[in-house]
């Protein structure tokens, strides 16, 4: 069994006994340690999470709609920087 499936594996079950959690945090600190030294991310605020968003899925203003089942609206800035 690879370290991958034995995570899972462990996750999926949950209540562990003692040794296995020391199992499971011994295989994923070091993955924790490679991930944040290769892919280091900065905090975002969830306007810009949502300006990324919008135009990465070339979402419109009526899709807002439909997802909050009222009538809304993206912020101004965000359609701006949504398209042409």
Do not use: Q, W
Not at 16 to 33: D, G, Q, R, S, W
Not at 67 to 84: D, E, Q, V, Y
């Amino acid at each position: 069994m690879n370290g991958r499936s034995s995570l899972h594996n462990l996750e999926r079950r949950g209540n562990l006994a003692a040794a296995e959690e020391k199992y499971f945090e011994l295989l994923t600190v070091p993955i924790e340690v490679y991930e944040e030294e290769r892919f280091p991310f900065r905090a975002v605020s969830p306007v810009e999470v949502l300006a990324e968003l919008i135009p990465v899925n070339n979402l419109k203003e009526k899709d807002s709609r439909r997802c909050s089942g009222r009538r809304a609206s993206f912020p101004k800035f965000c359609i701006a920087r949504s398209g042409p």
